[in-house]
């Protein structure tokens, strides 16, 4: 049975959202595959969402509110939009970008694919006397979801960090 995190800072938390969240959501979004899947998929799917969510932990705004939560919500020092996010919850946006995450990891998508460091592609080559230059890989784990990230920035630190603060000067 999957474990979801309800903002208490649990020690066995396997996930931001339920099955039943993450129906809800696919079921408003017209997103049918998803109901196809069988609850164990659900699951599993929500599982490795929440694995992917690990790669923001340096970029989350705020602190942890246990040391011993599973995950990295419930935070406390978060203010959205002007407003604290309280540190006993975790944030909507939290738990969709989980269900939206899911959903592609139930229809098979790898969300931490080995990276590729450099395909070799050569860009230029010459000949005397020898220069040859290679394409730049620029894939980042972190860039491949641009709605997830969009929906988690206002939940990022200003400076992408979990240890950095807004500072205004009077």
């Known amino acids: 049975m999957l474990i979801t995190e309800t903002g208490a800072g649990l020690a066995d938390a396997e996930s931001y959202a339920s099955v039943a969240a993450a129906d809800a959501r696919c079921a408003s979004l017209g997103l049918a595959a998803w109901a196809g899947l069988a609850e164990a998929d659900k699951e599993i799917a929500l599982r490795r969402a929440t694995l992917f969510m690990a790669t923001y932990r340096t970029r989350w705004a705020g602190r942890r509110v246990y040391q011993r939560q599973a995950l990295d919500w419930p935070r406390y020092n978060v203010a959205v939009d002007g407003f ?4 006993t919850s975790v944030p909507l946006d939290v738990v969709n970008a989980c269900i939206d995450l899911a959903v592609r990891a139930g229809s098979g998508e790898d969300l931490l694919p080995d990276l590729d460091t450099g395909s070799n592609a050569i860009k230029k080559d010459k000949t005397g006397p020898l220069e040859t230059e ?6 980042d784990a972190r860039e491949r979801f641009v709605a997830v990230d ?3 920035a206002p939940y990022f630190g200003s400076a992408g960090g979990g240890n950095s ?3 205004t000067r009077a």
Do not use: G, R
Request: charged residues 5%.
């Open 84 to 87: 604290t996010v309280p540190s």
């Open 134 to 139: 290679y394409f730049q890989n620029t894939t």
């Open 150 to 152: 969009a929906l988690l």
């Open 165 to 167: 603060m807004k500072v």
